[in-house]
């Protein structure tokens, strides 16, 4: 998906710890796109990287391809998705300490100088 000027896309993410794994906080962008980090990322700043990259290198969107890693690790998608619902609807079950979910609209715009920028319209944490 090419993002040009006026398109407003709205961005699901998720952090968490990972308990068996030591130093594991990963954040996973879900919508529109798939993005891992494992970094202890917050998931706003993660979206404003995925964003800024998007303006500065590619202006298109595409899934990261996590499949090995997420093999590896035995983590679905779909689980994903399904805790962030949980979570925006106050059903937390997961059984975690700390879990993030962020819902964030960005609006993309150009610039004087026709160059591709973006901003933050809202935020919804849960």
């Known amino acids: 998906m090419k993002i040009k000027n006026g398109d407003i896309i709205e961005f699901l ?3 968490w710890i990972e308990p068996q794994w030591e130093f594991d906080f990963p954040t996973v962008i879900l919508d529109p796109i798939i993005r891992y980090s494992s970094y202890g990322k917050s998931c706003e700043s993660f979206i404003d990287d995925v964003a800024m990259d998007f303006c500065c290198n590619t202006n298109e969107l595409k899934n990261e391809d996590i499949s090995e890693e997420f093999n590896w690790r035995k983590w679905k998608i779909s689980n994903l998705k399904r805790v962030c619902n949980e979570r925006m609807n106050n059903k937390d079950i997961w059984k975690t300490k700390h879990v993030k979910v962020v819902k964030q609209k960005i609006k993309f715009y ?4 026709n160059e591709l ?3 933050i319209i809202s935020t919804k944490k849960y």
């Open 13 to 15: 993410a998720i952090s």
């Open 117 to 119: 920028m973006y901003k």
């Open 110 to 113: 150009n610039d004087k100088n």
